[in-house]
């Protein structure tokens, strides 16, 4: 499984990829808005921390908007993934940047349908929103469960991308249902080490050595 981080902030890019664990990135228009920097300025330093997928997404919702955002956005660098709306319009530029070799986010997905539609396009990457599905009293998780078995059933080859991640145990379940990527928040991602028997083994560990001679 890969491990995208969910974040336009330089600090938290550049702490976690020195983990080894860090794929990819994820940001969208409301991750940038917090940073105080243009979405070019961000996507370009974030190029220069992480080696690896980097979904930057357009704001444009009508066709030539979208595709004309999407080649300019895919200069900045080759690992830049194009993150479009599940829309019709999103669609169609899903098929045209397939067709031009440029990589694509489907996002704001929410029913398997969409997701089926995604990949029918070519997506590289379909982004469930598992957590605002939670939010609204649905299973977020059965959402990738089913784009899972239809994607298994037809030998598609778009990712699926969990994206909206709340908490640890949707890393855990999304990983057990077999997404192929988790988009990850700084907070949560941190929180995937910690467990209270591995810091107290560690104390007893240490106050033993010290005692042994
Ligand atoms: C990532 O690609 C999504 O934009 C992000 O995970 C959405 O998360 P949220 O529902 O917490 O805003």
Redesign the pocket.
């Given at each position: 499984m890969e491990f995208f981080i969910?974040t336009a902030n330089l600090e938290e890019i550049k702490s976690l990829s020195t983990w080894g664990v860090v794929d990819g990135v994820?940001t969208?228009p409301?991750?940038i808005a917090k940073e105080g920097k243009s979405q070019k300025e961000i996507i370009t330093a974030i190029t220069e921390i992480i080696d690896g997928p980097i979904?930057a997404e357009v704001i444009a919702t009508d066709f030539d908007g979208m595709i004309s955002e999407g080649q300019e956005l895919a200069k900045i660098h080759s690992n830049i993934v194009i993150?479009v709306p599940l829309t019709i319009a999103g669609l169609q530029a899903t098929k045209w940047f397939t067709e031009n070799n440029i990589k694509t986010?489907v996002?704001l997905a929410f029913s398997a349908n969409q997701a089926l539609l995604a990949a029918k396009n070519g997506a590289t990457y379909v982004?469930p929103?598992i957590?605002?599905l939670d939010d609204i009293g649905q299973t977020g998780m059965d959402l990738i469960r089913e784009i899972r078995a239809i994607y298994d059933n037809y030998g598609f080859t778009t990712k699926i991308?969990a994206?909206?991640?709340?908490h640890t145990d949707h890393v855990k379940e999304a990983a057990i249902v077999g997404a192929d990527v988790s988009?990850i928040?700084y907070k949560v991602l941190t929180q995937l080490v910690k467990h209270p028997l591995t810091d107290s083994g560690l104390e007893q560990f240490l106050a033993d050595h010290a005692k042994s001679k």
């Open positions: 969910d994820t969208n409301s991750l979904s993150k986010n996002t982004s929103f957590g605002r991308l994206a909206s991640i709340r988009t928040p």
